[in-house]
T-cell receptor
Framework: TQLLEQSPQFLSIQEGENLTVYCNSSSVFSSLQWYRQEPGEGPVLLVTVVTGGEVKKLKRLTFQFGDARKDSSLHITAAQPGDTGLYLCAGADSGGSNYKLTFGKGTLLTVNP | DVKVTQSSRYLVKRTGEKVFLECVQDMDHENMFWYRQDPGLGLRLIYFSYDVKMKEKGDIPEGYSVSREKKERFSLILESASTNQTSMYLC???????????????FGNGTRLTVT
């Protein structure tokens, strides 16, 4: 069974601060997705990373996929209250036909004004 | 935009009742999924379906069954609800025969089920 460990589990910061969230595994993934879930809603895809070492930017959010495709990070610059939510990483199995993702348990981010 | 609609936002049922959770997607997606989300445990896959009338067990199928008679609709059934099935249930859909990197999950807004 593949596992994805996310850290930290909880993060509470002030508006304007920078932060990094980590997603680690001992397994190799063919791709990795990041989702954000706001209270009362389902997760929404932010980005998918596919190539080892890949970096993608989405406004103030920077996503990186590790060279070995076992880990990923999400960096937020100058966090805003609207960034508050549960951040989930999810890996797609590289072992062949697979219809499911392995989800991390999430990082709950609170950005205080 | 893909829309995944879950029939109820909140549901309260009694122990032993048979419970139906309904999910409909409007983008002709092949794959549909049922997850439950619990604090500290994350999202856990219950069942998924990659075609009409096809279903596969996920990580925690015990106590659940599913039905997919039409491509757009995927139902989760709790045969005899128990208190440990109190949870947030999330339905999702995705395109394609395989879960490709360019085929993300589109989630509904969830059904919060309480079993008393």
């Amino acid at each position: 069974t593949q596992l994805l460990e996310q850290s930290p589990q909880f993060l509470s910061i002030q508006e304007g601060e920078n932060l990094t969230v980590y997603c680690n595994s001992s397994s190799v993934f063919s791709s990795l997705q990041w989702y954000r879930q706001e209270p009362g809603e389902g997760p929404v895809l932010l980005v998918t990373v596919v190539t080892g070492g890949e970096v993608k930017k989405l406004k103030r959010l920077t996503f990186q996929f590790g060279d070995a495709r076992k880990d990923s990070s999400l960096h937020i610059t100058a966090a805003q209250p609207g960034d508050t939510g549960l951040y989930l990483c999810a890996g797609a199995d590289s072992g062949g036909s697979n219809y499911k993702l392995t989800f991390g348990k999430g990082t709950l981010l609170t950005v205080n004004p | 935009d893909v829309k995944v609609t879950q029939s109820s936002r909140y549901l309260v049922k009694r122990t032993g009742e048979k419970v139906f959770l309904e999910c409909v997607q409007d983008m002709d997606h092949e794959n549909m999924f049922w997850y439950r989300q619990d604090p500290g445990l994350g999202l856990r896959l219950i069942y998924f379906s990659y075609d009409v009338k096809m279903k596969e067990k996920g990580d925690i199928p015990e106590g659940y069954s599913v039905s997919r008679e039409k491509k757009e609709r995927f139902s989760l059934i709790l045969e005899s609800a128990s208190t440990n099935q109190t949870s947030m249930y999330l339905c999702a859909s995705s395109r394609g025969l395989r879960l490709l990197y360019n085929s993300p999950l589109h989630f509904g807004n969830g059904t919060r089920l309480t079993v008393t």
